[in-house]
């Protein structure tokens, strides 16, 4: 690869690591509860749905 890539590789994981970091300090309690419940409801969906493959 050549160095100039490698660079904004390494630039674009920086910004994504930033921008995650933010992301979570300005995520509250309700909103990360919020987002458990939904990720907990799409794994019971995906359950349900194998479940009804068979």
Avoid at 21 to 28: H, K, P, V
Wanted: glycine letters at 2%; a positive charge; aromatic letters at 2%.
């Amino acid at each position: 690869m050549p160095a100039n890539m490698l660079k904004t590789e390494a630039e674009l994981r920086t910004a994504v690591i930033d921008r995650l970091i933010a992301a979570s300090l300005q995520d509250g309690k309700p909103a990360r509860e919020a987002t458990l419940a939904r990720w907990r409801a799409l794994s019971l969906d995906k359950l349900a749905a194998d479940a009804h493959k068979v």
